[in-house]
């Protein structure tokens, strides 16, 4: 049997602050489409040890689209890629995680949110894309 390489966990969810909340990123009249950033969080001692951050699209009927979803899990942060009437084509490891790397998961949480209020339109039109 082989032993399976420590990774990083976070703190237990009972030990951490959690914070959710939607933030919006702007409507398309044209489209009637409300595009929104969910955003859940959990602190530990001041610092994010884990986040998810969800791109979704909710249209005229109220359905929503996942566009792009950034999380950490499994000792990484990783991308989920979504197309517009697939779903989930694809999950993109984006930085490991070492085992005591709180400060690293505090360091791209930033670095994500930002990425992800601030580009937003481009997300959405490659998930457009057939």
Same mark, same amino acid.
């Given at each position: 049997?082989?032993?399976?390489?420590?990774?990083?966990?976070?703190?237990?969810?009972?030990?951490?602050?959690?914070?959710?909340?939607?933030?919006?990123?702007?409507l398309d009249r044209d489209r009637?489409?409300?595009?929104?950033?969910?955003?859940?969080?959990?602190?530990?001692?001041?610092?994010?040890?884990?986040?998810?951050? %969800?791109?979704? !699209?909710?249209?005229?009927?109220?359905? @929503?689209?996942? *566009?792009?979803?950034?999380?950490?899990? $499994? =000792? &990484?942060?990783?991308?989920?890629?979504?197309?517009?009437? %697939?779903?989930? !084509?694809?999950?993109?490891?984006?930085? @490991?995680?070492? *085992?005591?790397?709180?400060?690293?998961? $505090? =360091? &791209?949480?930033?670095?994500?949110?930002?990425?992800?209020?601030?580009?937003?339109?481009?997300?959405?039109?490659?998930? @457009?894309l057939s």
């Amino acid at each position: 049997m082989s032993e399976q390489p420590e990774r990083y966990h976070p703190p237990a969810a009972h030990a951490c602050v959690p914070w959710e909340a939607p933030i919006d990123l702007g409507l398309d009249r044209d489209r009637c489409e409300a595009h929104v950033l969910y955003v859940n969080v959990r602190f530990y001692r001041n610092l994010t040890v884990w986040f998810s951050l %969800q791109q979704l !699209i909710r249209d005229a009927s109220g359905e @929503r689209h996942t *566009v792009c979803r950034i999380d950490c899990c $499994d =000792g &990484e942060i990783h991308r989920h890629v979504f197309k517009e009437g %697939q779903g989930e !084509i694809d999950r993109v490891t984006l930085v @490991r995680i070492p *085992v005591h790397g709180q400060t690293v998961v $505090d =360091g &791209e949480y930033g670095r994500y949110y930002d990425d992800m209020t601030g580009n937003w339109e481009e997300r959405v039109r490659r998930w @457009r894309l057939s």
